[in-house]
């Protein structure tokens, strides 16, 4: 299983950037896709998800300004972001889970950097 992310980059504040994440060996419609992020000293936290059903839930800081997709044809899983900001400087990792099953993988991570 791979999850190949993609997309980061340097921004300015309020610009958009999509990031994408490639899964290959597994169905990303078949598990929970998600998206996270880190900064160095803290814990990974969660940004956004996607069920198997097509929900999705998302962290209160991103809620209106995120919105997380998945293209089953292509296997991939998407994280537009808009209105962005300095403090969603991070490393954005995605993640295949599907609970009660050995499921729980993570791709490389991507840097996005959010300049004021």
């Known amino acids: 299983v791979q999850l190949q992310a993609s997309g980061g980059g340097l921004v300015q504040a309020g610009e958009s950037l999509r990031l994408s994440c490639a899964a290959s060996?597994?169905?990303?419609?078949?598990?929970?896709m998600g998206w996270y992020r880190q900064v160095p000293g803290n814990m990974r936290d969660m940004v956004a998800r996607?069920?198997?059903?097509?929900?999705?839930v998302y962290a209160d800081s991103v809620r209106g300004r995120f919105t997380i997709s998945r293209d089953n044809t292509k296997n991939t899983v998407y994280l537009q972001m808009d209105s962005l900001k300095p403090d969603d400087t991070a490393v954005y990792y995605c993640?295949?889970?599907?609970?009660?099953?050995?499921?729980?993988?993570w791709g490389q991570g991507t840097q996005v950097t959010v300049s004021s």
């Open positions: 993640n295949a889970y599907r609970g009660g099953t050995h499921v729980d993988y």
């Open positions: 060996g597994i169905f990303a419609s078949g598990v929970t």
């Open positions: 996607i069920f198997i059903g097509g929900s999705t």
